[in-house]
């Protein structure tokens, strides 16, 4: 069931790559600065709240189109995990074995 089930969630999760997680917190960061210090230069500019929230909105709509999706570059350092065991753990108690 796991082979089946593997590729279908690393098509649509991901592996695990803590590389690609920073960098997706440093481009969050960094872009939403970004279209905040845009949105408040035009809408003093122009004298406009309304056009400062709409340029607000769309940096972080662009942000979220950025981050969000499991894009490839944030998917170049995955984590190579330990193979799951097919039996579960086993205790040896007085001699006994145990599961």
Same mark, same amino acid.
């Given at each position: 069931m796991d082979d089946i089930l593997a590729p279908l969630q690393d098509a649509f999760e991901g592996q695990i790559d803590f590389h690609g997680q920073r960098l997706a917190e440093l481009?969050?960061?960094?872009?939403?600065?970004?279209?905040?210090?845009? &949105?408040?230069?035009? $809408?003093?500019?122009?004298?406009?709240?309304h056009l400062t929230l709409w340029v607000g909105l769309g940096g972080t709509l662009f942000t979220g189109?950025?981050?969000?999706?499991?894009?490839?570059?944030?998917?170049?350092?995955?984590?190579?995990?330990?193979? &799951?065991?097919?039996? $579960?753990?086993?205790?040896l108690v007085d001699g006994v074995k145990v599961d």
């Open positions: 481009l969050s960061t960094a872009l939403l600065i970004i279209f905040g210090a845009i &949105s408040f230069v035009i $809408g003093y500019l122009y004298k406009d709240i189109l950025v981050v969000i999706p499991p894009w490839p570059f944030y998917n170049m350092n995955p984590e190579m995990w330990l193979p &799951s065991r097919k039996a $579960g753990p086993s205790v």
